[in-house]
Each structure stands twice: as structure tokens, then as C-alpha cells.
């Protein structure tokens, strides 16, 4: 099968277009075509070596996949082949682990593209208990762009942040891959939703998702609008995508006993902030990471419905990962980027 293959770390070039043996689905598996691999922030990390180096190499990077189910391994029922099935971005590996909640503290816990190959390929192996069918409707290419930023997204405000309907809530970077998410979540979840922005194609994007109050913080301070915007209180949850210089802001634009739930650190991994405006106010700050299958359940009963759709900015065929990688570097996509592994 073809696969864009990490030989090295590196810059975007070290994503390189191969030939690699195609998976046998074991027991309990399934083999699926990969119809359509999403593009996430976390696989740029990973190609750079940032987040870690313990990546057996080579390796293929994706953790989102649409496809159809090619090959059944020995035991599995419930799935056909040609169905058209999406693979829960992270499992447990290990068959007494599969009800570990969060499924993120199950000893084996495996997300495709970091602890093992992922979708970045023509055909990914998975245990069929997390092999979900695609009934959205939609063409795979949209699909792709959901399982990863759906799944954290419901995970971060439904179970993290307890967001619930009439709660005011403030997602940073609204037009990002996440925040776009988020907005649609939770307005699905019957909350009001600021969010911030830095230019003005991005506030008309976040405006396009539902917001209630797009913030350019360009020309505006985000806490004393969203003070203004809570009557003084401040918002119930932050989830603040950015980390860096922006989550002091986070934490003040939070009311008091409010929950700000770390979910990413595009604006850097090192913070600084006054611990008295954390505990003087007994606010909490919360972390997130991955999601569970019932995340993913939940999110696409939403687009079922209706009330959240994927944001494809764009796809591009496989063998153009590299291309993929310096869009998403040079922060020049609104939702999210897909990859065609068996387009020409
Ligand atoms: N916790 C989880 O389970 C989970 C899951 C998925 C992703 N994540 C993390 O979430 C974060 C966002 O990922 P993504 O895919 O949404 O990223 P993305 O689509 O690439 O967007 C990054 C956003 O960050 C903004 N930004 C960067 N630096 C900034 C700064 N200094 N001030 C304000 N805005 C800034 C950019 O705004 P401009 O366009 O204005 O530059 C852009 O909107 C990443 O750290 C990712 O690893 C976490």
C-alpha cells in the first residue's frame, strides 16, 4: 500500500510518499480502506519531534480515519465488508482494557499516528470494537475532518469543562481546527459562546459557526468584553486552545468558582499567571486530552442531527502530506485539512 512515511524528524519535508506492506487484520480486527486520513496540529507536532522522540521509525502519522471495512479478521461480527465505518481516534490495545474510562488511562491506550502507525496510508489495522459505522451521510473527505477534534472537543466541554445548557462559555481561538469545533459543540450543548479571533476572515468564520460575541484580539481587550458580556461575572468555561502568554487571560476571563480547561498550546507550551487570581476566586484550571468512544458517539448523533458539520478547508491527495504539514504550520487553514490516499 502507498503511505506518507516519517523516515526522521524534521520540517515538513521528511513526510515522504512509499510503498508499505499492507496490514492482515488479526483476530478481532478489521482492515480498513482508508477513504479519507484527517490533518491534525498534533501530527506537525509530532513529525517536528516536540511533543516526543520515543516513535519507533519509520512511522505514518494520522490519527483520523473514513474509509470502508476492506478485510474482517477471525471472530468479528457486526461489521461488513465495503461498509462505510470511521475508526475511534485512540483505543485501548489490549481486549481487558477496551472498558477503561477514560479510555485514555487504559495501560495499552494507543492513538494512531503516536503510538502506532496511523492513517496517513491506504489501509489501517483496528480492533473492530472501536471501528464505528459511518451512517452521517457525508462524503468521507468531510468525515475525516470530525473523529479527532469532535471527540476532544465533546470530551473537553461535556465531560472536562460540565459545560450545560444557559452556561456562558469562552472558546480561544475560534476559528482554529478545535475552536471551530468547540463553538459547534457547544452551542449543541444549549450554550451562549464567545470567542476570539485576530483578523477579520476569521471573525466572520467564527460568526458563520454560531458564536454569540467573536472577539478580534487584535483591537480588543477579550476579558473586559467578556465581563461585559456576563454582566461582570465572567464566563462559566474557558477552553483556552492556546496555552503560552493567552491562558493568564483565560483564567481572568473565567467567573469566580468557573472552570478554565486546558485543551492545547498553539500560543506555547510555557505559562505564566498570577496564582491569586486562580485560587483567591477558588476557580479551576483542567486539563483534557484524547477522548472516549462515547465522545464520538454523542458528537455524531450531532451531525446527524444537524447541529455541528465538519469544516473541510481542504483536501489534498497523499502523496502531498508535506504540502498538508506547511499549510498547518503557516497557520493558513480555517477547520480542517484532509488527505486523499487514493487519489492520483
Ligand atoms: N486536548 C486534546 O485532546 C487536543 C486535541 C486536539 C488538539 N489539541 C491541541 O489544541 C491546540 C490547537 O490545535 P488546532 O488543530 O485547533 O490548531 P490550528 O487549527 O492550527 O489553529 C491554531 C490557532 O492558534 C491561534 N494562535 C496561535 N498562536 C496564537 C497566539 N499567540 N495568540 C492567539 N492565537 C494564536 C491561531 O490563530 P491565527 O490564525 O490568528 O494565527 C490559530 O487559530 C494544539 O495545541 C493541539 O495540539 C488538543
Not at 521528511?14 to 480498513?32: Q, S
Not at 496564582?275 to 479551576?284: A, M, P, V
Not at 462515547?294 to 444537524?306: F, H, I, S, Y
Amino acid at each position: 500500500m502507498k503511505a506518507a512515511v516519517m523516515n526522521e524528524f524534521g520540517d515538513a519535508d521528511v513526510l515522504t510518499y512509499e510503498d508499505l506492506e499492507t496490514p492482515k487484520p488479526r483476530a478481532g480486527h478489521v482492515l480498513v480502506k482508508v477513504l479519507a486520513a484527517g490533518v491534525n496540529r498534533l501530527d506537525h507536532y509530532l513529525r517536528e519531534g516536540s511533543v516526543t522522540r520515543d516513535i519507533p521509525l519509520p512511522h505514518v502519522l494520522g490519527a483520523d480515519a473514513a474509509g470502508e471495512v476492506a478485510e474482517l479478521g477471525e471472530g468479528v461480527s457486526g461489521l461488513e465488508t465495503g461498509q462505510r465505518v470511521i475508526v475511534v481516534p485512540g483505543f485501548p490495545l489490549d481486549e481487558a482494557d477496551y472498558d477503561i474510562r477514560p479510555a485514555l488511562t487504559a495501560p495499552s491506550f494507543a492513538l494512531p499516528g503516536l503510538h502506532i502507525r496511523g492513517t496517513y496510508a491506504q489501509y489501517i489495522e483496528a480492533p473492530a470494537r472501536f471501528v464505528v459505522a459511518d451512517d452521517t451521510g457525508l462524503p468521507p473527505e468531510q468525515v475525516a475532518t470530525l473523529p479527532v477534534v469532535l471527540a476532544t472537543s465533546v470530551h473537553a466541554l461535556k465531560q472536562v469543562g460540565g459545560v450545560k445548557a444557559g452556561d456562558k462559555v469562552l472558546v480561544q481561538a475560534g476559528a482554529s481546527g478545535s475552536g471551530s469545533m468547540q463553538i459547534q459543540v457547544a452551542k449543541a450543548l444549549g450554550a451562549e459562546v464567545a470567542t476570539t479571533v485576530r483578523d477579520a476572515a476569521k471573525a466572520d468564520f467564527a460568526k458563520s459557526l454560531g458564536a454569540d460575541l467573536v472577539i478580534n484580539t487584535r483591537k480588543e481587550d477579550p476579558v473586559a468584553r467578556v465581563k461585559d458580556w456576563t454582566g461582570g461575572q465572567g464566563a462559566d468555561v474557558v477552553i483556552d486552545n492556546l496555552g503560552g502568554e493567552v491562558l493568564a487571560q483565560s483564567i481572568d476571563a473565567a467567573k469566580a468558582q468557573g472552570v478554565i480547561v486546558a485543551y492545547g498550546f498553539a500560543a506555547g507550551p510555557e505559562v505564566r499567571f498570577d496564582i491569586r487570581s486562580l485560587f483567591f476566586t477558588k476557580k479551576q484550571l483542567r486539563g483534557t486530552m484524547a477522548s472516549d468512544p462515547e465522545d464520538l458517539e454523542w458528537g455524531l448523533e450531532q451531525v446527524r442531527a444537524g447541529h455541528i458539520r465538519p469544516l473541510l478547508d481542504r483536501s489534498l491527495p497523499l502523496r502531498e502530506a508535506a504540502e498538508a504539514h506547511r499549510l498547518i504550520a503557516a497557520g493558513r487553514v480555517k477547520g480542517n485539512l484532509v488527505l486523499l490516499p487514493w487519489a492520483a
